[in-house]
């Protein structure tokens, strides 16, 4: 038996919960959990903010730990290994997706929190080839963040070929953001951070931004025009995202990461002129994800984390539901 924390209705506490995971497939492996990082993806799911969430619910897909079984195909992993999975637990392996390498994309791919049990356990299971080997010299305990957060605001650098000379702009300065403003920087690019807070702009500054902007001042709103090749959108509530579009240069990209359940109001004509775009992305392909640890180790980037016991979960996401958390949570069963 699994022993795991679940929810047993949209919103309800986290109890105490056992379940029978079956045999293990050929292509599996099963994770002794050390440490769980809780995103705000995990709250949603809990609210069924999304409508797709089914009870009992285990949250937790940013999961390092241990292979205590695989498979009989799995050889790419040893017994005893330490390793890391985030929101995608499996893969088709055969659409033009799959083969391609974006196994992100993937039609059929599986959550680990949808429709099957995540992170807040001591066991968990997944398919070998969404789980990531995790580097010697990462920080095991604050490395989960990675696989959800990181991976989320690294990818897009690959996807749309971001410049090392690139402007490059961060809404919301939180799990997301604080992470992104340290890849930003590390890649090279000329790094803003737009916040409504002004106790995070000295915190902005040392995570690697070189200016930072109130969101809620329109003068300085306003004084960033043409400015961004690309702004990353890491906030889960509505702004009015035409005083953004208005600081993209020509060919400027404003891209959602974060997301919002209002619809977008956007006038087309800046867009047309200037030949914008507007567009948004999940986390990253396996390849992608083993490509941003690397970079991670290169850089010595790090999530800053709190650590809770699993026993404290209800605490932890009272925490981070109040918006107070700096800036991931991290859940640790050592």
């Known amino acids: 038996m699994i022993k795991a924390y679940a929810a047993f209705g949209a919103g309800g506490e986290i109890q105490p919960f056992e379940y029978e995971p079956g045999l293990l497939s050929t292509h599996e492996v ?16 809990l609210h069924n903010e999304w409508g797709i969430t089914q009870y009992p619910f285990v949250p937790g897909h940013e999961i390092i730990g241990t292979i205590t079984a695989k498979g009989a195909h799995v050889h790419n992993f040893q017994l005893g290994q330490r390793v890391g999975l985030g929101w995608h637990s ?20 599986e959550s680990t929190i949808v429709n099957r049990h995540g992170g807040f356990a001591d066991r968990v299971r997944a398919n070998a080839a969404s789980v990531a080997a995790l580097p010697n010299s990462i920080n095991a305990q604050t490395a989960g963040p990675l696989f959800c957060a990181g991976i989320t605001v690294f990818n ?8 090392p000379t690139a402007k490059v702009a961060v809404i919301g300065i939180g799990g997301l953001g604080h992470v ?10 000329q790094v803003t951070a737009f916040t409504s807070s002004d106790d995070k702009k000295k915190e902005a500054l040392a995570l690697g931004a070189h200016q930072v902007l109130n969101s809620r001042n329109p003068a300085e709103l306003g004084a960033a025009k043409n400015q ?6 890491t906030v889960d509530v509505k702004l009015d995202w ?3 579009i208005a600081t993209l240069r020509p060919k400027g990209r404003l891209h959602f990461l974060g997301v919002i359940l209002e619809s977008l109001d956007i006038n087309l004509f800046p867009l047309i002129s200037n030949q914008c775009s507007i567009s948004g992305s999940p986390v990253g392909s396996p390849a992608s994800l083993e490509t941003m640890l690397n970079f991670v180790v290169q850089h010595d980037i790090e999530p800053i984390v709190e650590v809770f016991r699993f026993d404290q979960i209800n605490e932890a996401l009272a925490r981070l539901a109040s918006g107070k958390a700096k800036y991931r949570i991290v859940l640790s069963n050592q």
Request: charged share 10%; proline share 2%.
């Open 180 to 189: 992104a403003l340290q890849f930003l920087n590390a890649w090279g690019c």
């Open 30 to 45: 099963e994770i002794a959990i050390e440490h769980c990082g809780i995103c705000h993806s995990d709250l949603s799911m």
């Open 242 to 244: 035409n005083a953004y």
């Open 90 to 109: 499996g893969y088709c392996m055969t659409c033009h997706d799959c083969m391609s390498g974006d196994h992100n994309l993937c039609a059929q791919a």
């Open 156 to 163: 897009p650098l690959l996807q749309f070929n971001i410049q």
């Open 228 to 233: 961004f090749d690309l702004i990353l959108s």
